[in-house]
């Protein structure tokens, strides 16, 4: 009789861990998939600015906190740099 309990209370907190892990799956799938559309998002929003950067008029360089803003030339080729 003592192992027909120790069964049971196994399989009941072995059932318990089974509904906390796929609680835990189901979660991390509705991330794992709102994170596949950002990253979608932001490949379509890269190419835009790939094919529209070359043409764009960029600000001119401000010279008053040129230590912190960075010009707009800079800028220009250091964004083509990632549009390959």
């Not at 209370?9 to 794992?32: D, F, G, H, I, P």
Request: charged share 25%.
């Amino acid at each position: 009789m003592q192992c027909r309990d120790k069964q049971r209370k196994e399989a009941s907190r072995l059932q318990a861990v089974n509904r906390k892990l796929t609680a835990m799956n189901k979660l991390l799938m509705e991330e794992n998939d709102w994170l596949q559309k950002q990253v979608s998002h932001l490949v379509h929003e890269n190419n835009y600015f790939c094919q529209h950067i070359p043409n764009a008029s960029l600000p001119a360089k401000d010279t008053s906190c040129e230590s912190v803003v960075t010009s707009g030339d800079k800028w220009s080729r250091a964004y083509k740099g990632m549009c390959r």
